[in-house]
């Protein structure tokens, strides 16, 4: 059996666009000097956390706005990388919390991971993707085709409905019975 | 379930998602849908205009007008308006805590009890050269040193949260078994892992006369009310 890698361009995203090199660069130093190597160096991190514990773009930018705001006030510089990123991972886990608290009202996602581990750049790459693949590899064909359209080629409604050959308002129920699928393969995962 | 698929089309739209109040089911629905938005190719970085954006922003707010530090009073309120929500987080976050990573107040104190008076905690004989025993002087608990034939006394309870810390190691020191901070004996803050600041311990004066190790303390202890 063979499915589109999530990994490979979307094929409903205009054609060229660019997929922006990431900001990562490992930590060969062991300080901080100033408020500026910690934001330089940690701001794709922290943004990067954000997109992929809310899915959009502008929240992400606020709660990243509002970990930065909360952390590099009070700090005092030069320190370590570790105890830094330490610290701006215990912030953005409660900036997190309170964010579910006040949109829906359920911890949807949570920051429980090892902050040690979220922080290795090749981890924070790769797990959104790889967790995906393996959730849409458990699916059937057609819900697995619907998400991948929809989520991971960033294709419309409409775009998906006649890759799938069928009409809209069917490409939208399956579309909602497929992510109620792969909530529960999500879940059974765990 | 209009909730829910509302979100679900807001995030494949790229708009910010509306809130509602979602059920439990709604929840993992809504995880795996940002799961698998998140998981496409190039939606991991941030705006190049975001990253500029907020480095100006936080530039305007932590690189203190030249010279002399003093902030407008108009922009310290702009300041306290839009971190309201910032500041509330820091707080919520000491429990995770970390190392001397804020600022910790100038303090190097020594106690001085109003009215004290001096207390013999230990013998002379009892505290050679560099030894370190523990003392309770009513009120008062903490440690003796004696360091080049001069005594000196450092409270013990930890500036943090008030536990009893311990003397543990080689060289001596004091240890918090609440949260783990350390300090010199001689009262400097040797590590801690509090996101805050954390004062170093108080000292007390001590001197010895007729053999006998004396810290000044409290007078008495505490008196129960009624009493004259």
């Not at chain 1, 922080?119 to 693949?133: C, N, T």
């Not at chain 2, 190039?42 to 190049?48: D, F, K, L, M, N």
Request: include cysteine; charged fraction near 20%.
């Amino acid at each position: 059996m063979r499915f589109v890698r999530a990994t490979s361009p979307g094929r409903c995203e205009p054609p060229g666009a660019p997929v922006p090199a990431a900001r990562l660069r490992a930590v060969t130093a062991d300080a901080y000097p100033d408020w500026d190597a910690v934001y330089r160096d940690n701001i794709g991190l922290v943004y990067r956390l954000m997109f992929a514990k809310v899915g959009n773009r502008a929240d992400a930018e606020d709660l990243t706005t509002e970990v930065f705001l909360a952390v590099l006030r009070p700090l005092r510089l030069p320190a370590s990388a570790g105890e830094v990123r330490a610290y701006l991972f215990a912030t953005a886990r409660t900036v997190l919390a309170r964010y579910w608290t006040r949109t829906l009202g359920q911890p949807v996602t949570t920051l429980n991971e090892d902050p040690a581990e979220v922080f290795s750049a090749p981890q924070l790459e790769s797990a959104a993707p790889q967790r995906a693949e393996r959730i849409l590899a458990a699916l059937p064909a057609r819900y697995r085709r619907i998400l991948q359209l929809r989520f991971l080629d960033a294709c419309s409604v409409a775009e998906a409905a006649q890759a799938l050959g069928i009409s809209v308002t069917n490409a939208k129920v399956l579309q909602h019975r497929a992510l109620r699928r792969a909530a529960e393969i999500a879940a059974a995962m765990e | 379930m209009r909730g829910i698929a509302r979100y679900v089309d807001d995030l494949l739209r790229s708009r910010r998602p509306r809130r509602f109040r979602a059920s439990e089911p709604d929840a993992s629905v809504a995880q795996t849908a940002i799961m698998l938005r998140a998981a496409r190719p190039g939606s991991g970085a941030p705006r190049e205009e975001f990253v500029t954006g907020l480095h100006r922003r936080l530039a305007s707010e932590l690189d203190p007008p030249a010279p002399g530090r003093t902030v407008s009073r108009r922009k310290l309120v702009l300041r306290t308006a839009g971190v309201a929500a910032g500041t509330a987080v820091a707080g919520a976050a000491i429990d995770h805590g970390l190392t001397g990573l804020i600022a910790a107040p100038a303090a190097d104190s020594t106690l001085t009890p109003q009215p004290g008076t001096w207390l013999t905690v230990a013998a002379s004989a009892d505290l050679p050269d560099g030894t370190v025993r523990p003392f309770s002087a009513g009120a008062i608990s903490g440690f003796l040193e004696r360091v080049n034939g001069r005594a000196r006394a450092v409270s013990g309870i930890c500036t943090h949260q008030g536990c009893k810390l311990a003397l543990a190691g080689q060289p001596a020191r004091l240890v918090c078994p609440c949260h783990g901070a350390a300090f010199a004996l001689d009262g400097a803050v040797l590590t801690h892992r509090l996101p805050g600041s954390l004062s170093p311990l108080p000292r007390l004066a001590v001197r010895e006369t007729g053999g006998t190790v004396q810290v000044y303390a409290p007078a008495a202890t505490q008196s129960s009310p009624g009493q004259p």
